[in-house]
């Protein structure tokens, strides 16, 4: 099982440099990979943008996995984050991967742009703009009508370096179906309890659900759990760690947010918050057997 940071991009997390010097931090800590939220807004906090941060995050990197977790595809055009993500894999040398889901909270990166707000609607832009990404990314003439988006014979290029295309994970609350069965046509499944970790039993019920739904079984398949370990403890973080391990998890994922130790989501990200992330990324993941 790899082990992955993630962390808002908040606060003095904010500033694209000291997200690049976290970054280095992450990677000499043994950490995997390290993901970034999406948001345009979190009340009146200082918010970066995900694409340039992961851009200096490559480049002040050298072999640690990066990525958002989760980008919000219905409040983007498909075909420009298609030109960006290919960007930032041939930046990175191959080792971005992409987290989607419906995205946060409707009314404040959606409602208040004049987006549409609507779950129903998000879920169907997101379910195009994902099937336009393969279909662009293959760098052969790629055509699409859908209920949102028209593409007319259009071809991208260059091709990502990552093969047979950058891997697509799909976040959602992890005991609804419809997330279940988006996650069972593309690479990697990020059920959701938020501040909870999921137990085992749940994960072998999530497991179960998606795998009947996936056209090849056999394929390779990412399962990414979202949790919260002793930092100081990494001998007892890794026997907590263990039995997801066993069970075929390949992805944990560590809050490093601020909010894990009580922070309100009202409450202006300080240097104290910065310092509690700073603390649990220099930390490190747990003891690797």
Do not use: C
């Amino acid at each position: 099982m790899k082990y992955g940071i993630s962390v808002p991009p908040f606060g003095d997390y904010s500033d694209p440099r000291t997200l690049a010097r976290m970054a280095q931090e992450a990677e000499q800590a043994g950490w995997d990979g390290l993901f970034l939220w999406d948001h345009m807004v979190m009340g009146d906090e200082r918010v970066a943008d995900p694409w340039i941060a992961l851009a200096a995050i490559a480049l002040n990197t050298s072999h640690i996995a990066l990525g958002p977790m989760v980008i919000s595809l219905a409040r983007r055009r498909p075909w420009k984050v298609a030109r960006e993500s290919v960007t930032l894999d041939q930046l990175s040398q191959g080792r971005l991967l992409l987290g989607f889901g419906l995205g946060g909270s409707g009314e404040d990166d959606f409602g208040r742009f004049g987006e549409a707000a609507d779950d129903r609607i998000r879920a169907q832009k997101l379910d195009e703009g994902l099937t336009i990404l393969d279909g662009l990314w293959s760098g052969q003439p790629f055509s699409f009508h859908g209920e949102h988006y028209h593409l007319n014979d259009v071809t991208f290029r260059p091709t990502p370096l990552r093969q047979p295309r950058i891997p697509i994970w799909i976040g959602g609350s992890w005991d609804k179906p419809r997330p279940q069965k988006r996650a069972a046509r593309w690479d990697g499944y990020s059920p959701l309890k938020w501040l909870e970790n999921m137990s085992v039993e749940e994960w072998k019920q999530v497991m179960e659900a998606v795998n009947r739904q996936r056209p090849q079984p056999d394929a390779p398949f990412d399962w990414i759990h979202n949790g919260q370990l002793p930092g100081d403890d990494p001998g007892r973080a890794a026997e907590i760690a263990r039995p997801y391990a066993e069970l075929g998890v390949t992805w944990w994922i560590e809050d490093a947010a601020p909010y894990r130790w009580g922070w309100r989501f009202d409450q202006p990200l300080t240097e104290q918050a910065t310092r509690l992330m700073d603390d649990r990324i220099r930390q490190g993941p747990p003891l690797k057997r």
